[in-house]
Structure formats: C-alpha cells, structure tokens
C-alpha cells in the first residue's frame, strides 16, 4: 500500500511560481513511475505530467509544456511539480499519483494509488 500526501498548493497571483510536493509512503517508492494530474472546478481530471521511475524519462501536457517541470527525489520518497509563469487556466486541484509499474503514463486509469490532492488558485 502506497499512501501520497500533496503539499505547495496556494493563492499565486498570475506569472508566478508554485512548486508542489508528493510525500510517498513505502520502501518501494524508487520503483513507481509518478504522476501530477489536475481536476477544476466543473470539469474532469486531466493528465499534467508524469516521470519514470528513475527520473530519466518524463512527458507533459501541452498545455504545461515549457512552465511546469516534475521531478523526484527517490531518497526522500518525493516527487515535486515546479509550477512557472501561472495562468488563471490552471487553477485546480493538484492531484499526485503512483502507478505500480515504473514505466510512464497520461492516462489516470494507469495509476493505482492517489493523494487527496492540493488547491492551487491562480488570480488575474
């Protein structure tokens, strides 16, 4: 059993910065590909980015491209989401997740275990 626990979230005015943090419980943290996905008001979670279990492979949306960098730290059993130049569009909630395979994914099916998720609110 995996249990993630999301931090960071917050009030930003936009063009500025966030950086959003996953505490991972288990030994076998190292071996789990991660995933941030959001979820806004009215409308359904969708897939931000993802990283490879040893944090050499990753992919985003297109619309994060660019702005939002994931990373890990497998020694802390974290994972980080840095969030850059904020728009408005990306208020949600941040939702972190960890497949049980260290492979890649976008689709919120592929994810096994699931935070309770983070508020981010980006003001114009």
């Known amino acids: 059993q995996v249990q993630l626990v999301e931090s960071g979230g917050g009030l930003v005015q936009a063009g500025g910065s966030l950086r959003l943090s996953c505490a991972a419980s288990g030994r076998t943290f190292s071996t789990y590909a991660m995933g941030w996905f959001r979820q806004a008001p009215g409308k359904e979670r969708e897939f931000v980015a993802t990283?490879?279990?040893?944090?050499?492979?990753?992919y985003y949306a297109d619309s994060v491209k660019g702005r939002f960098t994931i990373s890990r730290d497998n020694a802390k059993n974290t994972v980080y989401l840095q969030m850059n130049s904020l728009k408005p569009e990306d208020t949600a909630v941040y939702y972190c997740?960890?497949?049980?395979?260290?492979?890649?994914?976008?689709?919120?099916?592929?994810?096994?275990?699931w935070g309770q998720g983070t508020q981010v609110t980006v003001s114009s």
């Open positions: 997740a960890a497949r049980d395979t260290g492979y890649i994914a976008y689709r919120s099916r592929d994810y096994r275990y």
């Open positions: 990283i490879k279990w040893s944090g050499s492979s990753t």
